[in-house]
C-alpha cells in the first residue's frame, strides 16, 4: 500500500502539495476494505515529521521521517495556499462530494457482486439472480466508466437504482 505524504488545506490530496511517499509491504490478502492500517504522525520539536502506518492483524509496519530539507513550502507559498484553499473551497466541497458519492456507489456494486460469489447468498437466492447481479454491477461500472464527470446528484441516481434492485430482490 502506498502512502502519500502531502502538505496543504484542501481536501483533496492531489491538490495539495506532496511531500514524500513510502510504501508499506507484507499486508494480508483481504478483499478491498477489509485491511485496516492505523496512520500516525508526529512532528518533534526540531521539526521533523515521522509518518508511521500499522496493519492491525500482522503488526506489519512502515514508517517515513521528513525533515526540513524535504523542500518544505515557504511562508509565501503557504499563505497563498491557504488563500487558494478559501477561494476554493465552495469547489472543492462538491468535488469531495462527487468524489464521495462516487465511492459509495462503486463499494456497494462491488459488495453486491462479492456477495454473490460467497456460497451462503448462492444457496439463499435463486439461481438466475447471481446473472442479475453481475448484469447490474458490470452496467454500473460501465457507467462510472463513462461518466468520470457525473454530478453528485446523477451517481445518487444511480445508488438509487442498486438499491432499489437489492430491495426488490431481498438482497
Known sequence: MRIRVCQGERPIAEDNYMLNEFTIYGLPMKFAQEVEVLITMDIDNNGMLTVSAK??????EASIVIGNEMQNLTTVQISESIAKSEQMKR????????????NKLEWSAYELK????????KMDHPVYLPEEVLQLTRKIKKWLDENPNATKAM??????HLMNFKQQKGL
Open 55 to 60: 496493519e492491525f492483524t500482522t503488526g506489519v
Open 91 to 102: 469547489n472543492d466541497e462538491i468535488r469531495k462530494a462527487r468524489i464521495e458519492a462516487r
Open 114 to 121: 462479492r456477495c454473490m460469489n460467497r456460497e451462503y447468498c
Open 155 to 160: 451517481i445518487e441516481s444511480q445508488y438509487d
